[in-house]
């Protein structure tokens, strides 16, 4: 059997070329990468990397090569790290791994090569799966499953000549079509309603077995909603966790209304000695019909295929022109089960900080790190574990394991976004810190991990200079995952500090429902009410918790001035400000936070100085509120032709900058969350305006 010369190809000019490899098509003209005919996405970057690579298989491509083919033109940004992100990414799409490579392998310091065989042909050349079977001047055939197929001879001289009925008919057919383009140019512009992708939620797993399988209600979700994460075209939700089903009391129509889903996915898993028993059900949201249900069994070493089959099946049913991604570095059943158990009761010991989950927790990553100690995410675990329980009983040794930890997540994978969130944590509430690094580690974190509502909350507070960022990070959060509190949180409280009260109130409100014994949270629709001058109705919302009084956020102030006792107030703030001119600890967010919350307040109470003075050391932290709230907020407004005010303006100015400078830098990368594009622009443009004289 004949096969295709490249010279059947060639040409003089430049002509768009398609590369094949395993089940993969890459696709120069279209700059699309295919598995199996289904489109993986891929940004252009990665993609010109990948085509480099695919240009020369079998060879090295090293890092100046790549630099000229990728960015022909001289650009602002770091290329070394520009390159491993291209590398990584392009990774990612094919399921490939860097310490275990089958397709790209890297050579430390030098380059890259592409591994696997590749076949290479013309757009429009050898459809796949079909092997060409001879080649002749004026005719190709090609042969598929046993039987030929010729092309149109296209030497063959055509007859000019029809019959008479022929030549009415196409006459007739000119004759619609001119009617139809008339009238295509003389009516107005079609809506085009785009068909949104379906949408899945995994809820937590009913568990019937004994309490040291507790863990596998929220292990379940988590495995189930990762691999369909993975499906393209599918919009898998972040799975809530059981202790936030609990805050709804396991309503499934307001879950199915705050996640916005046209699906659910239910299970139930019996743990009998070493063996599970799974029945899982897709049902639709709106009607709780049952669309697909399967029940499966077998022993624990089988629960990662077990899940894989289920995620399968309803992946043929949401989206049956999928596929379903090989596994990349797939865990062992044991490691994802002990690994799940140390994740369900880290996230417990967060919420409820009982020593019981805490040791709990411990326990299972350690065991984990026995099974294999070379996965990143074991480390960041530990890391989070440990840094929770520093902030929570201020043990020296919790801190140090947490930066341990942190070190060897890094080591092992340096785009691994929970250990870069532990290190920005860390950086932060140091007495001594660097709140740069602290912006850079977090927008790090955000980039590696976009989908983690608590790093999108980190990142919101060190985002120095910006109110505009901190709420678009609460608002994501809320969207990722709108069952978590901190989302609404960080969302209500930027709303309130930008003089949006109105818009904050009912987030707070709502994050006051999901945890209605959460201080913070009572104090936050108090905030919002106090702002809004609605004073009968925010002393009702605090005299129903006194704690909230004590929060130390102004609240007994707030009150006081609340009830026109301005003097109670001054000398409540006075107080206060006594404490604090003390020598402290006070990390930098410490003295930032102060001036946020008192600064207003002690402007309204006449104690302007003191104002100016709380502003002047939250600069001398290296940490001044954000530049946005200083120009926004309508109290501060009288400070304004101080100096010393605007030495506070200017320096929060330049920490701005820094937000800006890490954020774009991340754009330039292709790493932003796209949805901090749009507060990014706002900040650049308030950033470059000049200040008022």
């Known amino acids: 059997m004949a096969t295709l010369r490249d010279d059947v190809y060639s ?25 199996s005919g289904v489109r993986i996405p891929l940004q252009d970057v990665p993609f010109r990397f990948l085509t480099a690579l695919l240009e020369r298989p079998g060879e090295l491509v090293n890092r100046e090569q790549l630099r000229t083919r990728i960015w022909p033109i001289d650009v602002n940004l770091d290329f070394e790290s520009a390159l491993d992100t291209a590398a990584r990414k392009t990774r990612h799409a094919l399921g490939d791994s860097a310490k275990t490579p089958r397709l790209i392998e890297t050579l430390p310091g030098r380059g890259y090569r592409f591994m696997a065989e590749v076949s290479e042909g013309m757009n429009g050349g050898v459809p796949p799966g079909v092997q060409a079977a001879s080649i002749q001047p004026d005719r190709v055939v090609w042969l598929k499953n046993g039987k030929t197929y010729p092309s149109a001879n296209r030497s063959q001289p055509r007859s000019w000549r ?78 809530p966790t059981r202790l936030e089903m609990e805050a709804v009391n396991g309503d499934l129509r307001e879950v199915a ?51 894989r089959m289920a995620a399968n099946s309803i992946r043929e049913i949401l989206k049956p022109e999928s596929v379903l991604p090989a596994t990349n570095q797939a865990l062992g059943s044991e490691l994802e089960l002990t690994l799940a158990e140390g994740k369900h009761f880290c996230r417990r010991y967060w919420h409820l900080g009982l020593k019981h ?20 995410e074991i480390h960041a675990w530990m890391a989070i574990l440990f840094n929770d329980h520093y902030w929570k009983t201020r043990a020296p040794g919790s801190l140090k394991s947490a930066k341990s930890s942190v070190v060897r997540a890094l080591e092992l994978d340096p785009h691994c976004g929970q250990a870069w969130m532990v290190r920005s944590w860390m950086e932060t509430n140091l007495t001594v810190n660097v709140p740069e690094k602290a912006l850079e580690y977090a927008v790090k974190a955000a980039c590696f991990n976009p989908r983690d509502p608590r790093i999108q909350q980190g990142l919101g507070t060190v985002a120095a200079g910006s109110n505009g960022i901190f709420i678009a990070t609460g608002r994501r959060s809320m969207e990722l995952d709108p069952l978590d509190v901190g989302g609404y949180s960080w969302a209500a ?49 605090l005299a129903s918790d006194p704690r909230a009084e004590e929060s130390g956020f102004g609240a007994d102030v707030m009150l006081a001035m609340s009830k026109g006792d301005l003097v109670g107030a001054r000398n409540l703030a006075n107080k206060t400000l006594t404490k604090w001119r003390k020598p402290s600890v006070a990390g930098s967010m410490d003295w930032a936070n102060r001036a946020l919350f008192y600064c207003p307040l002690l402007v309204r109470l006449g104690l302007k100085e003191d104002a100016l003075w709380l502003l002047q050391r ?41 937000c800006v400078r890490h954020l774009d830098q991340a ?7 796209s949805y901090l594009v749009g507060p990014l622009a706002e900040l650049q443009t308030l950033v470059n305006r000049p200040l008022s004289p």
């Open 11 to 35: 040409s003089p000019k430049a002509v768009p070329r398609r590369f094949r490899f395993e089940e993969f098509e890459v696709d120069t003209e279209t700059g699309e990468l295919r598995l």
């Open 162 to 239: 029809l019959p008479l009925g022929m030549a009415f008919a196409l006459m007739l057919v000119l004759t619609f079509m001119g009617i139809l383009l008339w009238t295509s140019r003389h009516r107005g512009p079609e809506t085009v309603i785009a068909k949104p992708h379906p949408n899945v939620l995994v809820l937590p797993t009913r568990v019937i077995g004994p309490p040291e399988t507790a863990y596998l209600t929220d292990a379940v979700p988590t495995t189930l909603s990762t691999l369909l994460a993975d499906v393209e075209g599918l919009d898998t939700k972040l799975p």
């Open 257 to 307: 209304e705050l996640y916005q889903v046209r699906h659910l996915i239910t299970s139930t898993v019996t743990a009998r000695g070493g063996r599970l028993a799974f029945d899982f059900k897709l049902s639709d949201a709106a009607t709780r019909k049952v669309i697909w249900a399967r029940q499966t069994e077998g022993a624990k070493s089988e629960y990662c295929a077990m899940i």
């Open 357 to 376: 989950d805490f040791d709990l927790a411990l326990a299972a990553l350690r065991r984990a790190e026995g099974l294999d100690a070379s996965r990143p």
């Open 493 to 541: 409280l930027g709303l309130i500090w930008n003089d949006r009260a109105q818009e904050g109130l009912p987030i707070a409100e709502r994050a006051l429902r999901l945890e209605p014994n959460s201080t913070f949270n009572r104090f936050l629709t108090f905030f919002a009410l106090f702002r809004l001058n609605r004073m009968e109705e925010a002393q009702r919302i």
């Open 618 to 658: 939250s600069l001398e932290a290296r940490n001044p509120p954000p530049f946005d709230w200083l120009l926004i907020d309508p109290d501060l407004q009288q400070l304004k032709i101080d100096p010393r005010f605007k030495k506070v303006l200017s320096g929060a100015r330049d920490f701005a900058r820094v």
């Open 667 to 673: 754009r330039i990368q292709s790493e932003l969350p």
